[in-house]
């Protein structure tokens, strides 16, 4: 995984000592790291980090600026479409909830720097039949039931067994205006045991999975003792404690929170033992072995060491893995998510728990 993308994903975290580059990558590297960003849903987040830390070229900004115009129109589309498709369930009576995507801004307070390519709505299981006939025939770019980036569902990965079904431990969950609409979101609380899950039932995590679990666990208003309590109902504990102590090492968060501290001490030292944050596992840009460009000799392994999914270890990218070794950097990655992924965390350093001491040299 690239220290540079590694970065860029916790680039506004508070307490992250994970350091942008402070000289202008040259054009291999800035290469990968745009593909990376764009694959893995980080474009909004390399956008902000581009004024704000990230030494450019001219070029570079040019293309940036490119970026966050695709941001912006994708993020727009993406609330557009949840409002109405909110908006039809609330006028039918049909109860839901917003799971992701602009729920996210609850957490942030203001718009998500990583807009959705798919956006979970969640129903109670009685109301699922109902609630998808109202949004219509499946369209096109549907993925996984839903119509087109918005998925209404009863039940979400690794909380399918919850004692009761998820949708009995929810409360009336949180207001949130979308598109000059009011819609019924998950609380924070609710959002970070739900993401935790989520990575925790994924074979290969993302980057952008690891942020947005960070970003939950580090809001102002978070009630710990919720969130525990929720995952407690769930069964999902140690899900929630392997999320946020995996956060906590993936972006080396020096910030101590009770929940941090919580985390790390319920999952003990990771398996790799004491250490920093290892380097990327290959001098092969993380574009070029995402996109298949790369010599056959050099295997496609996160920190973790399982192959990415869609690479058999040491061989070519498995047929539909990605997309063609001429795709375009600025409309390559809106669209496609997932395939720039994390694996497991890197461990800790040396008695860390979260603590504010100066990063140990590499």
Same mark, same amino acid.
């Given at each position: 995984?690239?220290?540079?993308?590694?970065?860029?994903?916790?680039?506004?975290?508070?307490?992250?000592?994970? $350091?942008?580059?402070?000289?202008?990558?040259?054009? =291999?590297?800035?290469?990968?790291?745009?593909?990376?960003?764009?694959?893995?849903?980080?474009?909004?987040?390399?956008?902000?980090?581009?004024?704000?830390?990230?030494?450019?070229?001219?070029?570079? =900004?040019?293309?940036?600026?490119?970026?966050?115009?695709?941001?912006?129109?994708?993020?727009?589309?993406?609330?557009?479409?949840?409002?109405?498709?909110?908006? #039809?369930?609330?006028?039918?009576? #049909?109860?839901?909830?917003?799971?992701?995507?602009?729920?996210?801004?609850? *957490?942030?307070?203001?718009?998500?720097? /990583?807009?959705?390519?798919?956006?979970?709505?969640?129903?109670?299981?009685?109301?699922?039949?109902?609630?998808?006939?109202?949004?219509?025939?499946?369209?096109?770019?549907?993925?996984?039931?839903?119509?087109?980036? #918005?998925?209404?569902?009863?039940?979400?990965?690794?909380?399918?067994r919850a004692p009761g079904g998820l949708w009995s431990l929810l409360g009336p969950g949180a207001a949130l $205006?979308?598109?000059?609409?009011?819609? /019924?979101?998950?609380?924070?609380?609710?959002?970070?045991?739900?993401?935790?899950?989520?990575?925790? =039932? *994924?074979?290969? +995590?993302?980057?952008?999975?690891?942020? $947005?679990?960070?970003?939950?666990?580090?809001?102002?208003?978070?009630?710990?003792?919720?969130? /525990?309590?929720?995952?407690?109902?769930?069964?999902?504990?140690?899900?929630?404690? @392997?999320?946020?102590?995996?956060?906590?090492?993936?972006?080396?968060?020096?910030?101590?929170?009770?929940?941090?501290?919580?985390?790390?001490?319920?999952?003990? +030292?990771?398996?790799?033992?004491?250490?920093? @944050?290892?380097?990327?596992?290959?001098?092969?840009?993380?574009?070029? @072995?995402?996109?298949?460009?790369?010599?056959?000799?050099? +295997?496609?392994?996160?920190?973790?060491?399982?192959?990415?999914?869609?690479?058999?270890?040491?061989?070519?990218?498995?047929?539909?893995?990605?997309?063609?070794?001429?795709?375009?950097?600025?409309?390559?990655?809106? =669209?496609?998510?997932?395939?720039?992924?994390?694996?497991?965390?890197?461990?800790?350093?040396?008695?860390?728990?979260?603590?504010?001491?100066?990063? @140990? +040299?590499?």
């Open positions: 995984m690239s220290d540079h993308l590694v970065a860029v994903a916790a680039h506004g975290l508070a307490g992250s000592r994970a $350091d942008l580059p402070s000289a202008a990558l040259d054009d =291999a590297a800035w290469f990968d790291l745009v593909q990376g960003c764009a694959l893995g849903g980080l474009v909004g987040l390399l956008a902000a980090a581009g004024g704000h830390g990230l030494a450019v070229t001219p070029g570079q =900004a040019e293309e940036l600026a490119v970026l966050a115009a695709e941001h912006a129109g994708a993020s727009a589309l993406v609330e557009r479409q949840v409002a109405t498709t909110a908006s #039809v369930l609330a006028l039918s009576g #049909v109860d839901h909830r917003v799971v992701d995507g602009p729920a996210r801004r609850l *957490a942030e307070g203001h718009p998500a720097a /990583r807009p959705p390519g798919v956006v979970t709505v969640l129903v109670a299981p009685e109301d699922l039949e109902e609630a998808r006939a109202l949004q219509g025939p499946p369209g096109r770019g549907d993925r996984g039931g839903g119509r087109g980036r #918005v998925v209404v569902v009863a039940a979400v990965p690794g909380l399918e $205006d979308v598109d000059g609409r009011t819609l /019924r979101a998950l609380t924070v609380e609710q959002q970070l045991v739900v993401a935790c899950a989520v990575l925790g =039932a *994924a074979p290969v +995590p993302t980057l952008g999975a690891w942020r $947005d679990i960070a970003e939950l666990a580090l809001a102002p208003a978070l009630d710990p003792s919720a969130v /525990r309590r929720l995952a407690q109902a769930a069964g999902v504990l140690d899900a929630l404690g @392997r999320g946020v102590a995996g956060a906590w090492r993936w972006f080396d968060l020096a910030d101590k929170t009770e929940l941090s501290v919580w985390a790390t001490r319920r999952t003990g +030292p990771p398996a790799g033992g004491p250490g920093g @944050r290892p380097p990327p596992s290959s001098p092969v840009g993380l574009a070029r @072995r995402v996109l298949g460009r790369r010599p056959a000799a050099a +295997p496609l392994h996160p920190p973790g060491g399982a192959p990415l999914a869609g690479h058999p270890p040491g061989g070519a990218p498995l047929a539909g893995a990605g997309p063609p070794p001429g795709a375009g950097i600025a409309s390559a990655g809106i =669209a496609a998510a997932g395939i720039a992924s994390a694996g497991a965390p890197p461990p800790l350093p040396a008695g860390h728990a979260g603590d504010r001491s100066p990063r @140990r +040299p590499t």
